[in-house]
């Protein structure tokens, strides 16, 4: 069983649109983490909520972490080919316990 | 420039012949660790370290081994590699387990 079950699984979209994507669990989560990767590279940290119904926001991208801290969701406004990617979640259940990741959304901005 | 240096980057090996990846991070965090991804299932830890002399079993570790002499090394060690454990592989570190990962740029291994 996936601890974290991101949706949806591929995403194909036109330059300038919207989208938001999910990460969720029914697990209950101290801290949760987006990354993003591209082809050929390592993930790498966009954002860390730690609070419940916390939003923070990154340019064009809005985090939202769930009241419950069971769930997540990235919002892109007006995505351009530059957000093209693989973002993936991943979440710790407690203080010391380890970050386990989503299996991640592949995201393409078509120009 | 901090970052988590992995080599190679890319290596092709045969069956049982002993290999070992190194990573090497410059930014004296505490906590290491090794993934390796693989389509449809995702990044998987391996082995994670959160010092030196403390290592730890992650979820998939069997044919594999590390070391941490040092702070700053932390190396995949698979002593008889097997066509299996062809994958993309990460060195991650954080300042301690609560933060955030910053990953290596990955090394590609095929095991034939």
């Known amino acids: 069983t996936q601890l974290l079950e991101q949706s949806p699984q591929f995403l194909s979209i036109q330059e300038g649109e919207n989208l938001t994507v999910y990460c969720n669990s029914s697990s209950v989560f101290s801290s949760l983490q987006w990354y993003r990767q591209e082809p050929g590279e390592g993930p790498v940290l966009l954002v860390t909520v730690v609070t419940g119904g916390e939003v923070k926001k990154l340019k064009r991208l809005t985090f939202q972490f769930g009241d419950a801290r069971k769930d997540s969701s990235l919002h892109i406004t007006a995505a351009q080919p530059g957000d093209t990617g693989l973002y993936l979640c991943a979440g710790r259940t407690g203080a010391n316990s380890k970050l386990t990741f989503g299996k991640g959304i592949t995201l393409s901005v078509r120009p | 420039e901090a970052q988590v240096t992995q080599n190679p980057r890319y290596l092709i090996t045969v069956t049982g012949k002993k290999l070992t990846v190194t990573c090497s991070q410059n930014m004296n965090h505490e906590y290491m660790s090794w993934y390796r991804q693989d389509p449809g299932l995702g990044l998987r830890q391996i082995y994670y370290?959160?010092?030196?002399?403390?290592?730890d079993k992650g979820d998939v570790p069997e044919g594999y081994k590390v070391s941490r002499k040092e702070k700053r090394n932390f190396p995949l060690i698979l002593e008889s590699p097997s066509p299996n454990q062809t994958s993309l592989y990460f060195c991650a570190s954080s300042f301690r387990g609560l933060y955030g990962y910053t990953f290596g740029s990955g090394t590609r291994l095929t095991v034939v």
């Open positions: 370290s959160m010092n030196v002399e403390v290592t």
